[in-house]
């Protein structure tokens, strides 16, 4: 474990547990022995682990910023790790030719038609009340900017935004009519609701002119 301990503390922290698989897997295929520091991180280099729903960043922040661990005991006559190179994938050049006639099979392909649901189609077609949830960076902005292209042409678009995020411009640029934003996380609520009031009271004036 010190070992391992040692190969895991030189690997980026968001590929740690990877590593570790690797390490013990390697372990077992070569029958106690344990691959080279270098063919550990040459093996992590090569690969994408981190998920980009984790912030790595973050996560060593946090681990530089906590106590530093204590000095852990020694084994004591602990036997020395044997360490020698992992094996090398084999690619065989050809198929594997079958030697038994009787064994080989008729593979039929099969495959399920499924209709994929049209999202955007559905929710513009019928414009009633709709709420999009989903966790940070995983396209809901993307999603609703193409539910705003769809309706072009169709009605008026009142689009009210309480981020005030300049990367989202783009997200309504040409597709809304009236765009009101303000970021309400920094402003007063008093002003926050005076804003939200405002922008309501212009859409039931824009809705009574149609309506009249």
């Known amino acids: 474990m010190a070992l391992i301990t040692e190969y895991l503390s030189q690997i980026e922290s968001g590929k740690r547990f990877y590593a570790y698989r690797w390490i013990c897997d390697q372990f077992i295929l070569m029958r106690g022995a344990f691959p080279s520091m270098q063919q550990t991180r040459e093996h992590t280099d090569t690969m994408q682990f981190s998920s980009p729903l984790v912030n790595c960043d973050r996560i060593k922040f946090i681990q530089d910023a906590s106590q530093a661990p204590q000095p852990r005991p020694l084994i004591q006559d602990a036997p020395p790790a044997r360490i020698q190179d992992a094996p090398r994938p084999m690619i065989a050049d050809a198929p594997i030719p079958i030697t038994n006639a009787q064994s080989s099979i008729t593979t039929q392909s099969v495959s399920f038609d499924k209709v994929t649901p049209d999202l955007i189609k559905s929710i513009t077609d019928q414009l009633d009340n709709t709420l999009i949830i989903g966790v940070p960076r995983v396209g809901k902005g993307i999603f609703t900017s193409n539910c705003l292209e769809a309706l072009k042409g169709k009605a008026t678009i009142f689009y009210i935004?309480?981020?005030?995020?300049?990367?989202?411009?783009?997200?309504?640029?040409?597709?809304?009519?009236?765009?009101?934003?303000?970021?309400?996380?920094?402003?007063?609520?008093?002003?926050?609701?005076?804003w939200v009031k405002d922008c309501l009271a212009e859409y039931d004036a824009f809705d009574g002119a149609i309506r009249s």
């Open 161 to 194: 935004d309480p981020k005030d995020d300049s990367k989202e411009t783009a997200y309504f640029d040409g597709r809304v009519h009236r765009l009101y934003r303000k970021n309400v996380a920094e402003a007063e609520p008093e002003d926050s609701y005076l």
